[in-house]
């Protein structure tokens, strides 16, 4: 009887083993991918409770959350173009991956990879909820939730030896919640120059895989497998901080140099000067100031009736591209009446200086720009300089937001004690720049400007007119020996109307911002609730950099 029971067994083995081989082989060679249907969508007035509690995770964002606004007439516009746009991110699909397909040609016997079909179907994706973040940066940040339960037809087809092997994608469902970035605003079309998208929190993704024929997804394990691996791939490279940097203006256009230095300039002293006045002598001064800023020239001190005058006077101008901007020099005579008489001039290109050198320059001056004129044979003396070009600190220059944050984060947990106290002491530049106001209002008048006081200096913004939330978004910039660790800036909102008389000016509002966060953080930028004021805010943006 075992004998028996020992030879059935053989038997049946050896003819179940060529079946199913066999039958492997069929399903390999014949196995054809499923026509993609159509779902079957039923109205929610037709569900029971039960199904109702299902989706209750899937109710739109605008329901429930009243900040997210429901953005009907967005998805009208996706849905009308949708045809349009399969067409081109299949297009894109398809010539991104032929390069990557093409790298895998060759080997593991693999003659071709290529789609067979490839399609992301009838049903467009839908924004869920739509959320727009107020910041204080120059930036506009948008907060979509998109889902998409589509019914794409990806067929993708692996040759290998003589075998044919067809991959199909079926049933993809993808949840996610980006947030964009349009930075920074700048005033060309389209307004903005950079497009940041980073996620949230980590992506739902739920798809079919078969594989000859079978679910591979429906293996026990594989699933779970393949879930995890995509989730953590995604989330290494867009999940925030993280982000995908999409460039859409060239840099050039839209660039906005900001201070990477400080110019120490040295007035020496001139030789031979020209003879302006009747008495045979001048008196002579110097203005001094980069090409491309905005920031009045400086000026030094008149000697008088001196033909050979020695100033040592030091000035700090700000630098804002050391390749390209040119320090002019120019000498007067400075007289009581009428215009002062210029006695020459002359430049020296900043890309001549090596970083934190001195060095000194003789000059002859000229009468114009026009160096090359032939006309121009007249001695007007020579003057005497010493420049220093001081760059700003690479950590100090970093670009602004969140990477700003985050470093700013890790230098106050991880730097030495030393750099510390190098913080904490030492020249730099502190940058007051006055975006605007909000809800400022006057008993007779809104003419809003801002006046900042800080160390006996005195600046003022443009006036605007008629408006209770003006906008200025000028900058401010003050020179200092070392940081300003206890000191207070005053920021006041005056109004002012044309013509002499009572209440011409009034003060709508003021401000006291002691600048020791400033100094240990590195910027500050929020808006403040203005003193003497019901309802005003003030947004400042300070800056300190360190040289």
């Given at each position: 009887m075992a004998f028996l029971s020992t030879l059935t067994g053989i038997i049946g083995f050896g003819m179940g083993v060529p079946f199913g081989l066999l039958l492997g082989f069929y399903f390999f060679i014949y196995s054809k991918p499923k026509f993609v249907q159509e779902p079957i969508t039923r109205r929610v007035s037709q569900l029971?409770?039960?199904?109702?509690?299902n989706l209750l995770h899937d109710i739109p964002l605008w329901v429930k959350c009243p900040d997210y606004e429901r953005v009907d007439w967005l998805n009208k516009i996706i849905a009308d173009m949708w045809p349009y746009l399969n067409k081109a991110i299949c297009a894109s699909i398809r010539s991104m991956?032929?390069?990557m397909f093409a790298e895998y040609v060759g080997m593991f016997q693999i003659k071709t990879i290529a789609f067979e079909n490839l399609s992301l179907g009838t049903i467009p994706p839908d924004i869920y909820g739509f959320k727009i973040c107020e910041t204080n940066e120059n930036e506009l940040v948008l907060e979509p939730e998109v889902r998409w339960a589509g019914n794409p037809n990806i067929v993708l087809?692996?040759?290998v030896l003589t075998f044919r092997i067809t991959i199909q994608v079926v049933d993809m469902q993808i949840l996610?919640?980006?947030?964009?970035?349009?930075?920074p605003l700048v005033p060309t079309i389209p307004c903005f120059a950079n497009v940041s998208v980073s996620l949230l929190k980590r992506p739902?993704?739920?798809f079919g895989l078969n594989v000859?024929?079978?679910d591979l997804m429906s293996i026990p394990g594989v699933y779970h497998i393949i879930q995890r691996t995509i989730k953590m791939q995604i989330a290494s490279l867009y999940l925030w901080p993280q982000s995908l940097e999409i460039p859409i203006l060239d840099p050039s256009t839209v660039a906005i140099n900001k201070?990477?230095?400080?110019?120490?300039?040295?007035?020496?002293?001139?030789?031979?000067?020209?003879?302006?006045d009747f008495l045979g002598t001048s008196d002579p001064y110097e203005k001094l100031n980069l090409t491309g800023g905005s920031l009045p020239a400086k000026k030094t001190s008149t000697k008088k009736r001196n033909l050979n005058p020695v100033w040592n006077e030091k000035f700090k101008l700000v630098v804002k591209d050391p390749e390209s901007q040119v320090l002019q020099l120019e000498v007067f005579d400075w007289d009581k009446v009428g215009t002062h008489d210029r006695l020459g001039m002359q430049f020296v290109p900043l890309k001549l200086l090596t970083a934190n050198e001195t060095k000194e320059f003789k000059l002859d001056l000229l009468k114009h720009t026009f160096i090359a004129d032939p006309y121009d044979k007249k001695p007007r003396g020579n003057i005497v300089i010493e420049l220093t070009y001081a760059p700003f600190r690479e950590e100090s220059i970093k670009v602004d937001g969140i990477g700003d944050v985050l470093s700013r984060k890790e230098s106050s947990l991880d730097r030495p004690s030393e750099n510390n106290s190098e913080v904490l002491s030492g020249a730099g530049l502190l940058s007051v720049t006055v975006q605007g106001a909000e809800d400022v209002e006057g008993l007779r008048h809104n003419n809003p400007y801002a006046v900042i006081r800080f160390r006996g200096d005195k600046k003022k913004t443009k006036k605007i007119k008629k408006t209770r939330h003006p906008l200025w978004n000028e900058e401010f910039q003050f020179m200092l020996e070392e940081p300003?660790?206890?000191?207070?800036?005053r920021i006041q909102v005056m109004s002012r109307r044309k013509g002499i008389g009572f209440h011409s000016k009034e003060c709508l509002g003021k401000l006291d911002i002691n600048l020791t966060d400033v100094v240990h953080n590195g910027r500050i930028n929020t808006k403040y609730h203005l003193m003497n004021s019901k309802n005003g805010k003030i947004h400042v943006d300070i800056k300190w950099t360190i040289v």
């Open positions: 029971d409770n039960t199904a109702l509690l991956t032929e390069p087809v692996v040759k996610v919640a980006p947030r964009v970035t349009l930075k739902e993704i739920d000859l024929g079978g201070p990477v230095g400080i110019l120490h300039v040295k007035v020496v002293r001139a030789h031979k000067l020209l003879k302006m300003p660790l206890n000191d207070t800036i």
